[in-house]
């Protein structure tokens, strides 16, 4: 099995990208602006979470581990997840303030989400880098977009030394995994899930929701074993169609 890092290290280039793009163009774009930038991203993010669910045919699975996911989630605090994560690198790299805030906040918007996580999966499953590329061209957007928005856009570059071990770290456990359980097989209720996740994104950018998405993630740890019980309890029935 290839060790998923090709889609990691096209996604740090283009976030580098993003970052210097914002970096130059500081001076060109005022806080409206960059408000209407972040509600186009919004509603990119609804097309793709869209595009995801269209063709799914796991729904009962995506639903119920949605669900299971959720009260997961809410039990053991994930809501407090970046606090814990700004916490963490406040005491052990030893920085403060607006550039360590900056970092912090790119590195959350980058590589904690849905996205990434299907992405390393399809390409250590698949070697198909297709999400990974579309992540990446998000990702230098967000980087543009945080660039022009944070106090100090220093922090924002060094955001792309976090993703990148971040990320690596991701496909050291997805590779791992992988060789208990062949993970090509949930790819399916993964995206189910993983769309869920990206529309909550979405609905958070555009300012119609204020639930904490990771709250949903569990829902993709969950949905393997909610889609083997289903294929036990009902052997010989599809599951509810898109």
Do not use: W
């Not at 994560?85 to 590589?111: K, M, P, R, V, Y």
């Not at 740890?221 to 169609?241: H, L, N, R, S």
Request: aromatic share 10%; with cysteine.
């Amino acid at each position: 099995m290839q060790f998923p890092i090709r889609g990691t290290i096209f996604n740090c280039l283009l976030v580098l990208i993003g970052c210097l793009i914002g970096y130059f163009l500081q001076n060109l774009f005022d806080e409206e602006l960059i408000g209407y930038m972040k509600k186009g991203l919004g509603l990119t993010l609804l097309l793709i979470s869209s595009k995801l669910f269209a063709n799914n045919k796991d729904l009962l699975t995506v639903l119920v581990s949605i669900i299971i996911g959720s009260a997961i989630g809410g039990a053991i605090g994930i809501r407090n997840t970046n606090a814990f994560i700004e916490s963490l690198c406040f005491d052990c790299i030893g920085i403060q303030g607006d550039f360590a805030q900056s970092c912090i906040n790119a590195t959350i918007l980058i590589s904690v989400g849905p996205l990434t996580i299907l992405g390393i999966i399809e390409e250590a499953t698949t070697r198909d880098l297709k999400l990974m590329k579309f992540k990446s061209f998000l990702d230098g957007t967000s980087a543009v977009l945080l660039t022009l928005a944070e106090t100090n856009p220093i922090g924002v570059f060094l955001s792309i030394f976090t993703v990148f071990l971040l990320q690596a770290f991701y496909g050291v456990l997805i590779v791992g995994l992988n060789n208990i359980v062949h993970l090509k097989k949930y790819l399916g209720v993964f995206e189910g899930v993983g769309a869920v996740l990206i529309l909550s994104v979405a609905l958070n950018i555009l300012h119609f929701d204020n639930l904490p998405t990771l709250i949903l993630a569990p829902g993709l740890i969950v949905a393997p074993f909610i889609m083997e019980m289903f294929a036990i309890i009902m052997p010989d029935t599809e599951q509810a169609k898109a």
